[in-house]
């Protein structure tokens, strides 16, 4: 079977990994000071903190913000749950906002100038250009569980130009993986002081009155990240330049290859943007059989994603007036190869040769 995603992992990683194992540290040690200091360097962000998962990263965000039930939050039909949920764990149920047909993201046009904050999620890699925001709001938070590596005009995804915190996965077919894992990162001090307090149940030592004290005034998460798991991203790390450049590669090798089929590509990076390709999502008639036709014939397509207002939780969710029409006709038709590092040249052509035999 090949898969829409997979992660990509050598010996150096291995030795990397357990190297730590005979360390002194198996969580919570120096490994992932270093792991937080080369991603925030590498982004651009003064401060990284690494959390256990994207969705724990997601959650520290949202607590962090100060959003709450009296705030009006947009965000994209478009994205896994957990963009959404985020939201919910701090009593914030957010405003949807319908996708633009040219970039797959939810379309900054149509965020409402009084709104209190944005959840923007870079759908497939390809940047929310929040550049073009008419106003800003309050508070920015950026789901870029598909976009490390990815950049804009205004430089890499994750150095917070135009927002307080982004937030990362580590999953396995994420850019890079440490099985599970997470990072926030922030220009801002206090965000930064906050995340680190909530991912450890809220403590902060006071070694003034003795080198064991501590104290806890908010309710906090073990939320921790291993040393184990930062050995492996910052090995990954080493090679996110090189499984960037490889995405987009086949991304352009899939243009060549499909240019002959009746069926929708991807958007493409506009002028000063670096896409990361997380997903390569074609648009398809008939996208139930298509998708049938190609499990049968071992390639493990996907579906990203069943839109957010699709599901029950979201039976109250709010709606912008204009409605969802962007994504729910996306939606229809939307269906994700496989991309990733280590996908095949051969693997590619018979991905494309068995969309030929099915289509035309
Ligand atoms: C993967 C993903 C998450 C959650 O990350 P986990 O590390 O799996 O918790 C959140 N948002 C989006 C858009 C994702 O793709």
Known sequence: MINYGKQ?????????????????????????????REVADYVGAEHAVAFANGTAALHGAAAASGLGPSDLVA??????????????????????????????????????????????????????????LQSRPRVVIEDAAHAL??????????????????CFSFHPV?????????????????????LRRFRSHGIVRKP????????????????????????????????????????????????????????????????????????????????????ERLIERGIGVQVHYVPVHHHPISADIQIISSGLENCDAYYERALSLPIYPDLTGEDQQFVAETLYDILV
């Open 8 to 36: 990509s992992i050598t010996v150096d990683d291995i030795e990397a990994v357990v190297k730590t194992l005979s360390g002194d540290w198996l969580t919570q040690g120096p490994t992932i000071e270093r792991f937080e």
């Open 75 to 132: 965000t994209t039909p478009l994205t896994f749950m957990a963009s959404v949920n985020a939201l919910r764990y701090v009593n914030v149920s957010p405003l949807l906002i319908d996708i633009s047909p040219e970039t797959l993201n939810l379309d900054v046009a149509n965020v409402p100038i009084d709104i209190d904050g944005l959840m923007a999620v870079h759908f497939a890699g390809l940047p929310v250009d929040l550049d073009s």
């Open 149 to 166: 590596g990815a950049s804009t005009p205004s430089g890499r995804v994750g150095n917070c130009a135009h927002s307080e915190m982004t």
């Open 174 to 194: 994420k850019p890079i993986t440490t099985g599970e894992g997470g990072i926030v990162t922030t220009n801002n001090n206090e965000l930064a002081e906050y």
């Open 208 to 291: 003034d009155q003795g080198a064991w004290y501590y104290e806890i005034s908010d309710v906090g998460f073990n939320y921790r990240l291993t040393d184990i798991q930062a050995a492996l991203g910052l090995s990954q790390l080493k090679k996110l330049e090189s499984f960037i450049d490889r995405r987009n590669e086949l991304a352009d090798r899939y243009r060549e290859l499909l240019s002959g089929l009746p069926i929708q590509l991807p958007p493409i990076a506009p002028k000063g943007f670096v896409h990361g390709y997380h997903l390569f999502v074609i648009r398809v008639r008939n996208r139930r059989t298509v998708f």
